[in-house]
């Protein structure tokens, strides 16, 4: 996993254009364990995968009773 979100491109990854910006892998880890990202029986399904991506992109949000 942590392959994966080194390589993945912005805006959903943590790539950077230069090699001196590039994120930690430490850094990598912590950012991913705040995910929270669940898994079954060892694996990631890519809904899960892309859902996390997303709340951590763009924030958490509350859908209200009307819709």
Same mark, same amino acid.
Request: proline share 1%.
């Given at each position: 996993?942590?392959?994966?979100? %080194?390589? =993945?491109?912005?805006? $959903?990854?943590?790539?950077? +254009?230069?090699? *001196? #910006?590039?994120?930690?892998? %430490?850094? =990598?880890?912590?950012? $991913?364990?705040?995910?929270? +990202?669940?898994? *079954? #029986? ?26």
């Amino acid at each position: 996993m942590v392959d994966f979100f %080194a390589d =993945l491109q912005a805006p $959903m990854g943590m790539k950077v +254009i230069n090699e *001196e #910006d590039r994120i930690s892998d %430490a850094e =990598l880890k912590k950012v $991913m364990l705040k995910m929270g +990202i669940r898994t *079954e #029986d060892g694996w990631i399904y890519f809904n899960e995968l892309l859902y996390r991506c997303m709340r951590r992109k763009f924030g958490n949000f509350k859908l209200n009773k009307r819709m």
